[in-house]
């Protein structure tokens, strides 16, 4: 009796090992969102996957990785998964606050964004290396350590099939998209030589708004390339949203990298019925939108509750009523 109570355990012992591999193998194979769409490619005015059908990224941006480096971490994107995200915006300013480009530790920062990468690969996540100019206003004004970060990035990942570059965050103070254009070529030309294929998101004039002014004049001769729109919903409304029909009928493949429901400054009022107006607007043309930013900051924008001080193992109470309002909008 004893024989063969052994022997059932044994044979239980191993289908359940056999059932385990399998799920687990299972998971890898076909469940998370870059084993099933592969890597990315723009389509007309679309972003496609590898079956050529519209997908949409649906993603959180971290703050300045120059100082909320400790939310990069695979645990913490493996929560934010579980709640529907499929892209992570790894955000690395340059002129501010010890940027790449204003005193920071340039190899420290390069670290984080391999980890960031790293860890998105491992979950099967999409990620964004953005180079998140800002008070340097013209990205023509760092375009020499561009063009050495984004040699770097390009030949360190080219066999990444998850990695999207965005390449200026939000030129301002009077860049024109002229400024843009002739910087975009330039680095688009740089990363071209490594990766023939990564989408390569360009940002607009007036902090990534004036799409009009790329579709009057985009850039030609390239494939896979994108170009940024940002808003704020208690700040922007119908009049800049209303570009994107004409951008569109233009020919010009817009990216929402970046966005939030508070005002443009990323704190004071939050306004949910613009932010819906402009979630109709997103789910009508299936636009891919990054929502800033994840952290606890005391902000209204920040998408964790400043009073959650755990970096991994997030669940929805951790987050803000931005970031509860986010996810609930992705997943309509």
Not at 136 to 155: C, I, Q, T, V, Y
Request: charged letters at 25%.
């Amino acid at each position: 009796m004893k024989k063969r109570i052994a022997l059932l355990l044994a044979v239980a012992m191993v289908f359940s090992v056999a059932f385990s591999n399998q799920t687990t193998v299972s998971a890898k194979n076909g469940k998370t969102p870059v084993s099933q769409h592969g890597r990315l490619r723009v389509k007309g005015v679309n972003l496609v996957d590898k079956k050529g059908k519209p997908f949409q990224l649906k993603g959180f941006s971290t703050h300045g990785i120059n100082w909320f480096e400790d939310y990069v971490n695979r645990d913490a994107f493996h929560s934010l998964k579980k709640m529907g995200i499929n892209c992570i915006r790894l955000a690395m300013y340059t002129a501010d606050y010890n940027g790449y480009c204003s005193g920071g530790n340039k190899a420290h920062l390069e670290s984080v964004i391999d980890k960031g990468v790293k860890a998105c690969k491992e979950e099967g996540i999409y990620v964004i290396i953005d180079w998140h100019i800002l008070n340097d206003n013209n990205p023509n004004n760092n375009l020499g350590e561009a063009k050495k970060f984004f040699r770097k990035m390009s030949k360190k990942y080219k066999k990444y099939s998850n990695v999207l570059y965005e390449i200026c965050n939000e030129p301002n103070g009077g860049t024109t998209w002229n400024d843009i254009k002739k910087y975009a070529n330039k680095i688009i030309k740089v990363i071209r030589k490594n990766d023939k294929k990564a989408i390569i998101i360009v940002g607009t004039p007036n902090w990534s708004q004036r799409i009009d002014e790329a579709a009057a004049n985009p850039i030609r001769g390239q494939k896979n390339i994108m170009y940024a729109m940002h808003f704020y919903a208690a700040t922007h409304g119908a009049d800049l949203r209303n570009l994107i029909p004409d951008a569109r009928k233009k020919g010009l493949p817009i990216f929402i990298t970046e966005s939030n429901i508070t005002e443009a400054s990323g704190n004071g009022a939050v306004n949910t019925k613009e932010g819906n107006r402009w979630f109709q607007m997103i789910k009508k043309y299936k636009l891919s939108c990054v929502a800033w930013s994840f952290c606890n900051k005391e902000e209204s924008a920040s998408l964790i509750k400043p009073s959650v001080k755990k970096l991994k193992g997030f669940k929805k109470s951790d987050l803000s009523k931005t970031g509860k309002w986010y996810i609930r909008m992705f997943k309509k």
